[in-house]
T-cell receptor, first 113, second 115 residues
Framework: DVKVTQSSRYLVKRTGEKVFLECVQD?????MFWYRQDPGLGLRLIYF???????EKGDIPEGYSVSREKKERFSLILESASTNQTSMYLC????????????FGPGTRLTVL | AQTVTQSQPEMSVQEAETVTLSCTYD???????LFWYKQPPSRQMILVIRQEAYKQQNATENRFSVNFQKAAKSFSLKISDSQLGDTAMYFCAFMGAQGAQKLVFGQGTRLTINP
């Protein structure tokens, strides 16, 4: 089974802190994605990566950056956390050569105080 | 840009009943994929069912089936013989057939199955 793991289920940070959210997948997938989930808004794409060191902006990249140094790991970085970044963050991975199904991690609920 | 709309924020039915969740989308593409994902309380999002736009036949997966109306840009999910384990958030999602495999999600429908 595909497994996507995220470094923390719950995280509490202070305004202005630099925050790292880590995601690891074990199925050698080329594509990895970061979404944020907010009530009434569904999931919105922040950034995605289709290869190591490659990244593309999604629909809401402002205030975020990403890093993909290894194929299995995709990090989301909040350079200076703000209260409006309090949300659930979901990581996903997929492989275009296998199917177009995205496999999701358990999510990280981030609270910025 | 593509948009996906789920107009039912919450639904509630009794166990064993049939329930239909609505989804509409907007796109100018002719070929694409549509998905229903399920997010149980405090558990990971999983794929329920997938439909390829070029296939006219509606997809089915056991108790789950879709009504895909391409001209109307409608993609509803029917859950038959609903079970307590079907309680979850359900998201409708769109993916274009070209380019990166990005999903565009609807707002979600919170479905509660009552005993």
């Amino acid at each position: 089974d595909v497994k996507v793991t995220q470094s923390s289920r719950y995280l509490v940070k202070r305004t202005g802190e630099k925050v790292f959210l880590e995601c690891v997948q074990d199925m050698d997938h080329e594509n990895m994605f970061w979404y944020r989930q907010d009530p009434g808004l569904g999931l919105r794409l922040i950034y995605f990566s289709y290869d190591v060191k490659m990244k593309e902006k999604g629909d809401i990249p402002e205030g975020y950056s990403v890093s993909r140094e290894k194929k299995e790991r995709f990090s989301l970085i909040l350079e200076s956390a703000s209260t409006n970044q309090t949300s659930m963050y979901l990581c996903a991975s997929s492989s275009p050569s296998l199917s177009n199904e995205q496999f999701f991690g358990p999510g990280t609920r981030l609270t910025v105080l | 840009a593509q948009t996906v709309t789920q107009s039912q924020p919450e639904m509630s039915v009794q166990e064993a009943e049939t329930v239909t969740l609505s989804c509409t989308y907007d796109t100018s593409e002719s070929n694409y994929y549509l998905f229903w994902y399920k997010q149980p309380p405090s558990r990971q999002m999983i794929l329920v069912i997938r439909q390829e736009a070029y296939k006219q036949q509606n997809a089915t997966e056991n108790r789950f089936s879709v009504n895909f109306q391409k001209a109307a840009k409608s993609f509803s999910l029917k859950i038959s013989d609903s079970q307590l384990g079907d309680t979850a958030m359900y998201f409708c999602a769109f993916m274009g057939a070209q380019g990166a495999q990005k999903l565009v999600f609807g707002q979600g429908t919170r479905l509660t199955i009552n005993p």
